[in-house]
């Protein structure tokens, strides 16, 4: 049997950033577990890679803030370079509940020092070439958003903790979790049993399964969401294959949200980059591309960026969205002694990894993380919450 202090289970970001929290603050004897080849493969590798400040819920925004900060000098910091663009985030308003809502919401974030602007929408159509503003009676544009690698921020956490001694084991499946009492002792894989005094349950969608094996119900659930690659217009590309020569998308990365739809879009090198929520979609582990999806976001899409009416498609992936009731994600101790949970993001964990790493590295070491750690209890689901409400 092998002996670590801290066993993690999920080799995505959020597992990748608790192992280099660790390692920074000496704990070394640390094992991380991904079942697939590579780590990454799961949610982290399948998303849109946007990282935002602009959230709901003040917690999310702090969130936000130190990670960002870290995006911003990760080579520095951590040893890797990777590809963050901070270009900004366009949200496009055009129900008047979602107008006051975000008010509020911006008066938050500025209250925090987050510069974010106001617009109607002849600035937004402007901040986005090529975009139909139709219908739109405001937006908000925060230029310290941006768009992000994922595959580079996990990697280049897992790196620098390898490097200070964190053992990562990959195609290693969890089988269960022992427990002791009030208290969890041991992790069993398809390769052997690791005791352990503290695990991490960092398994993303997968998270509520390794909860059920140590008896601690985590409610999250995973939910598919489709993205899509759209090929530039043959006629001019981006640059002047809209109307008249003009414009067909930005030129940047600005990431565009239609927050009434949930329809997004963003530049993504030669390609345009696309998706939307599907609300007919139910809960569930299937990966597989449902093309029926993209005939449900067409009209919308169309609407809003009218280069995407006739458009190519080069290729679509669908990924999973690990959903708690609140939106909100659960980071901390979970029900007993030595078992932790940071999972449960909702569709916004991989822009607060560097964070939520952070903070749950420090609570696992005994140490203050200087976080409110309230919104994120496992414990709050058994009253109401105030959730995440822009959840894209």
């Given at each position: 049997?092998t002996?670590?202090?801290?066993?993690?289970?999920?080799?995505?970001?959020?597992?990748?950033?608790?192992a280099?929290?660790?390692?920074r603050?000496?704990i070394?004897?640390?094992?991380?577990?991904?079942?697939?080849t590579?780590?990454g493969?799961?949610?982290t590798g399948?998303?849109?890679?946007?990282?935002?400040?602009?959230?709901?819920h003040?917690?999310?925004v702090?969130?936000?803030m130190?990670?960002?900060r870290?995006?911003?000098h990760?080579?520095?910091?951590v040893?890797s370079?990777?590809?963050?663009?901070p270009?900004?985030?366009?949200f496009?308003?055009?129900?008047?509940?979602?107008?006051?809502?975000?008010?509020?919401a911006?008066?938050?974030q500025?209250?925090l020092?987050?510069e974010?602007?106001?617009?109607?929408?002849?600035?937004?159509?402007?901040?986005?070439?090529?975009?139909d503003?139709?219908?739109?009676?405001?937006?908000?544009?925060?230029?310290?958003?941006g768009?992000?690698?994922?595959?580079?921020?996990?990697?280049?956490?897992?790196?620098?903790?390898?490097?200070?001694?964190?053992?990562?084991?990959?195609e290693t499946?969890?089988?269960?979790?022992r427990?002791?009492?009030?208290r969890?002792?041991?992790?069993?894989?398809?390769?052997?049993v690791i005791s352990?005094?503290?695990?991490?349950?960092a398994?993303?969608p997968w998270?509520?399964?390794?909860g059920?094996?140590?008896?601690?119900?985590?409610?999250i659930?995973p939910?598919?969401?489709?993205?899509?690659?759209?090929?530039p217009p043959?006629?001019g590309?981006w640059?002047?294959?809209g109307?008249h020569?003009?414009p067909?998308?930005?030129?940047d990365?600005?990431?565009?949200?239609?927050?009434?739809s949930?329809?997004?879009?963003?530049?993504e090198?030669?390609?345009?980059?696309?998706?939307?929520?599907?609300p007919e979609?139910r809960p569930?582990?299937d990966t597989?591309?449902?093309?029926?999806?993209?005939?449900?976001?067409?009209?919308?899409?169309?609407?809003?960026?009218?280069?995407?009416?006739d458009?190519a498609i080069?290729?679509?992936?669908?990924?999973?969205?690990?959903?708690?009731?609140?939106?909100?994600?659960?980071?901390?101790?979970?029900?007993?002694d030595?078992?932790?949970?940071i999972?449960g993001?909702?569709?916004?964990?991989?822009?607060?990894?560097?964070?939520?790493g952070?903070i749950?590295?420090?609570v696992i070491?005994?140490?203050d993380p200087?976080?409110?750690l309230t919104p994120?209890?496992l414990?709050?689901f058994?009253?109401a919450?105030?959730?995440?409400?822009?959840?894209?």
């Amino acid at each position: 049997m092998t002996t670590a202090d801290v066993v993690i289970i999920g080799g995505g970001c959020m597992g990748a950033s608790t192992a280099y929290h660790l390692a920074r603050l000496g704990i070394t004897n640390v094992v991380l577990l991904e079942r697939e080849t590579a780590l990454g493969t799961g949610s982290t590798g399948r998303n849109a890679g946007g990282v935002r400040h602009q959230f709901s819920h003040e917690g999310n925004v702090r969130l936000s803030m130190e990670s960002i900060r870290l995006f911003a000098h990760f080579e520095d910091a951590v040893g890797s370079p990777i590809d963050f663009h901070p270009d900004g985030y366009l949200f496009l308003l055009s129900a008047p509940r979602h107008v006051e809502a975000f008010r509020a919401a911006v008066a938050m974030q500025r209250r925090l020092g987050i510069e974010v602007e106001w617009l109607d929408a002849e600035e937004a159509a402007r901040r986005a070439p090529g975009l139909d503003a139709g219908g739109v009676v405001a937006a908000t544009f925060c230029a310290r958003d941006g768009i992000c690698d994922p595959n580079g921020v996990t990697m280049g956490f897992a790196q620098a903790a390898r490097r200070l001694g964190v053992e990562i084991r990959l195609e290693t499946t969890v089988t269960g979790v022992r427990t002791s009492g009030d208290r969890v002792t041991a992790v069993e894989t398809d390769r052997g049993v690791i005791s352990a005094g503290a695990v991490v349950n960092a398994a993303g969608p997968w998270a509520a399964s390794v909860g059920r094996m140590a008896g601690v119900p985590i409610p999250i659930e995973p939910l598919r969401r489709h993205i899509f690659l759209a090929q530039p217009p043959v006629n001019g590309g981006w640059e002047r294959g809209g109307p008249h020569g003009a414009p067909a998308a930005p030129a940047d990365r600005v990431m565009v949200i239609d927050f009434d739809s949930s329809f997004y879009f963003h530049r993504e090198g030669a390609h345009l980059l696309f998706g939307m929520g599907d609300p007919e979609e139910r809960p569930g582990f299937d990966t597989r591309v449902n093309w029926d999806v993209l005939e449900k976001i067409a009209s919308v899409a169309a609407r809003r960026l009218p280069a995407l009416a006739d458009l190519a498609i080069a290729s679509a992936w669908a990924g999973l969205y690990e959903m708690t009731p609140d939106a909100m994600p659960v980071i901390g101790p979970a029900g007993l002694d030595g078992l932790h949970v940071i999972a449960g993001f909702s569709g916004h964990g991989f822009q607060h990894a560097p964070a939520a790493g952070r903070i749950a590295a420090d609570v696992i070491a005994g140490r203050d993380p200087h976080f409110d750690l309230t919104p994120y209890r496992l414990d709050r689901f058994a009253g109401a919450t105030a959730g995440e409400a822009n959840v894209v």
